[in-house]
């Protein structure tokens, strides 16, 4: 099994930045895709941005300019830095992975608990 463990998230004025981190551990073949989603009080949860393996980026039309994804392939650790960050961004963060623990397995999406962001104004 594989577990996600985020880091990075707390309370910042609107126009601040803040760096989210996950990091994946367990039994890991490869990690084709990590990505942040977010779920605001009574919203649905949403992709914010995702990378694959090779480094293709994938953002949320509402962070695209702002937010950048990164990831450490050798530490299966994936980064979000979010920059001119406005209240509408006050969620809960979740980290996504879709791995597979061996050659032979099918890819099975994990997620992390979550860590608040909250943005005042």
């Known amino acids: 099994q594989v577990q996600l463990v985020e880091s990075g998230g707390g309370l910042v004025q609107a126009g601040g930045s803040l760096r989210l981190s996950c990091t994946a551990s367990?039994?890991?073949?490869?990690?084709?895709?990590m990505g942040w989603y977010r779920q605001a009080p009574g919203k649905q949860r949403e992709l914010v941005a995702s990378?694959?393996?090779?480094?293709?980026?994938v953002f949320a039309d509402s962070v695209k300019g702002r937010f950048t994804i990164s990831r450490d392939n050798a530490k299966n650790t994936v980064f979000l830095q979010m920059n001119s960050l406005k209240p509408d961004d006050t969620a809960v963060y979740y980290c996504?992975?879709?791995?597979?623990?061996?050659?032979?397995?099918?890819?099975?999406?994990?997620w992390g608990q979550g860590t608040l962001v909250t943005v005042s104004s």
């Open positions: 996504n992975a879709i791995s597979t623990a061996y050659s032979t397995s099918l890819p099975v999406p994990v």
């Open positions: 367990g039994t890991i073949f490869v990690i084709h895709v």
């Open positions: 990378i694959t393996s090779g480094g293709s980026t």
